[in-house]
């Protein structure tokens, strides 16, 4: 199967615009029954370890809710931003990666020079109509030359991709269900967020709302 990366209307929709070295946009990667599958893995890691709203540092919640499966999970309250090693109520560890979800890793990073990718964390978001994420940079994990890889389900969403400082430009175009996000050095670390949800557009028929699987090398 070629790869997505590869061919040339990945942003169709910014067509004057060109992505940054290191960012990959596999548009279209997973057909509709392995976005059904990987979705079914959500819910059965929901089951287990519920989504939940964190707590910034400073005040408020995120609009988007939590929850985690691997060695690890990210999570933030007025303690700050990190990675735990188990639920924060303290009910156990988060549920393991599933195969399904190592799988959908390995077809996106196949052919890229992260092949070899390892995630041993993977924070998901769950977005409802109105969720957003702001303009940050992933800077927890421990070793910066690992990519982040991310799998797009449900409702589609306009993805913001900056640069390395906050007030530089950002740049939005719309992701899909079942479309993967490869962000590798050297933009790694460029500030990326989530402008806005394009409710009722998920071709899923159980998920109302977007999912965004984020794979980490945290520790
Ligand atoms: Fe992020």
Request: glycine residues 10%; hydrophobic residues 40%; neutral net charge.
């Amino acid at each position: 199967m070629p790869n997505p990366a590869q061919q040339p209307d990945l942003f169709a929709n910014t067509p004057a615009w060109t992505p940054p070295a290191g960012l990959l946009h596999l548009s279209g990667l997973f057909e509709c029954p392995e976005q059904a599958e990987l979705a079914v893995a959500v819910a059965e890691i929901a089951r287990r370890a519920p989504f939940r709203h964190p707590r910034m540092r400073g005040k408020g919640v995120f609009s988007a809710a939590i929850t985690n499966c691997g060695d690890v999970g990210w999570w933030s309250d007025e303690k700050g931003y990190r990675y735990l090693p188990g639920q924060p109520d303290g009910s156990g560890p988060w549920p393991a990666i599933p195969d399904a979800f190592r799988r959908a890793v390995g077809r996106a990073v196949a052919g890229t020079r992260w092949e070899g990718f390892a995630p041993d964390a993977c924070l998901i978001n769950f977005y409802g109509p109105d969720a957003k994420m702001g303009l940050h940079q992933d800077k927890d994990e421990a070793d910066f030359t690992q990519p982040i890889v991310t799998v797009c389900l449900g409702d589609a969403a306009d993805w913001m991709i900056g640069g390395p400082a906050r007030a530089d430009k950002a740049t939005a175009f719309r992701v899909n269900s079942g479309d993967a996000l490869v962000m590798g050095p050297p933009a790694r670390m460029l500030f990326h967020g989530v402008r806005r949800v394009h409710a009722g557009t998920s071709p899923i028929a159980d998920l109302a709302g977007r999912y965004s699987l984020t794979f980490r090398k945290a520790l």
